[in-house]
Nanobody, 119 residues
Framework: VQLQASGGGLVETGGSLRLSCAAS????????MGWYRQAPGKQRDLVAL???????NYADSVQGRFTISRNNAENTVYLRMNSLKPEDTAVYYC??????????????WGQGTLVTVSS
């Protein structure tokens, strides 16, 4: 199973970016997909999560600015980030939870994509 993230980059304060993450391989059933971020010297924190039935959960710090969505047919999750702030600067990681008949529930991480917001 692989998660391929893309869409990071450098943007000015107030700008927007869209991250994408596609799952491939023997993924079975995708239970949930989400985005986490890790700023330098800090722990990795949840940004947003979306379940298989479309329920979403956001960190308080991004509520109202970020939108998570998914394309089930393409096994892809997106994170639309608006009104970006310098404190949003971090490496963003895609994460997914899967269920396979052969080995049950498991999770996987993508490689991370850097988002830099200049002040």
């Amino acid at each position: 199973v692989q998660l391929q993230a893309s869409g990071g980059g450098l943007v000015e304060t107030g700008g927007s970016l869209r991250l994408s993450c596609a799952a491939s391989g023997n993924i079975g059933l995708i239970i949930e997909m989400g985005w986490y971020r890790q700023a330098p010297g800090k722990q990795r924190d949840l940004v947003a999560l979306i379940t298989s039935d479309g329920a979403t959960n956001y960190a308080d710090s991004v509520q109202g600015r970020f939108t998570i969505s998914r394309n089930n047919a393409e096994n892809t999750v997106y994170l639309r980030m608006n009104s970006l702030k310098p404190e949003d600067t971090a490496v963003y990681y895609c994460n997914a939870g899967f269920s396979r008949a052969v080995d049950g529930l498991f999770g996987s991480w993508g490689q991370g994509t850097l988002v830099t917001v200049s002040s």
